[in-house]
């Protein structure tokens, strides 16, 4: 019975899938509005309740966000836990892990691959294993917006989205090697 129910669960989940949020709120997660979980974001099941998300968060691909520490549990017979909050406006890039515990302020990037391991206040860049600060989200953008030019920015028809025509893809790549990087909606 048990093995005729997961094939149904398997099956009903291929052609209904479920996006992320979705999946966490069921389980009982905190999370605010127009959050965007990517694939594979692995969210501390085991003490979600000591987890907070704010609004307007992005977690991209292979983000884990932990509330406990199980290295003490062997020692010292118990398991370290804390309480760990993601404010609003939040972008985490692929691969990064927050460690228990940590406060991540209103408006902060942390940069692709970063382990963070302290607290951050708001509108602030971080990066690195340990995760550090770069510099302020204002700078940050004025740096990025420096780079912009009208010849290294595309449309959405640049996207995977849109069936990318093998011209369109040389054509980006010939941008990108001029200006070191370009831009898509």
């Known amino acids: 019975m048990n093995k ?3 094939l149904l669960s398997k099956i ?3 052609f209904f899938p479920i996006d992320e949020v979705t999946k966490y709120r069921k389980m009982g997660e905190r999370i605010g509005e127009n959050c965007n979980f990517q694939s594979d974001v692995i969210i501390d099941y085991s003490h979600y309740w000591l987890i907070e998300i704010g609004s307007n968060v992005t977690l991209a691909p292979r983000v884990h966000v932990l509330a406990h520490d199980a290295s003490t549990k062997r020692e010292l017979g118990y398991t370290k836990l804390g ?5 609003d406006d939040v972008f985490i890039g692929a ?3 927050i460690l228990p515990g940590i406060t991540i302020g ?3 990037i942390i940069g692709a691959g970063s382990v963070v391991t302290k607290n951050f206040p708001k509108e602030v860049v971080v990066a690195g294993n340990p995760a550090k600060i770069i510099c302020t ?3 940050y953008y004025k740096k990025i917006k420096s780079k912009m030019h009208q010849e ?3 449309d959405e028809s640049y996207t995977l989205r849109k069936n990318v025509s093998e011209s369109k893809k040389q054509n980006m790549i010939d941008v990108i090697e001029k200006y070191g990087c370009a831009f898509v909606e």
């Open 83 to 87: 309480y760990t909050k993601i404010a």
């Open 12 to 14: 009903y989940r291929f």
């Open 4 to 6: 005729y129910r997961l």
């Open 137 to 139: 989200v204002e700078d």
């Open 95 to 97: 691969g990064s892990i």
């Open 152 to 154: 290294n920015c595309f």
């Open 106 to 108: 209103k408006g902060s």
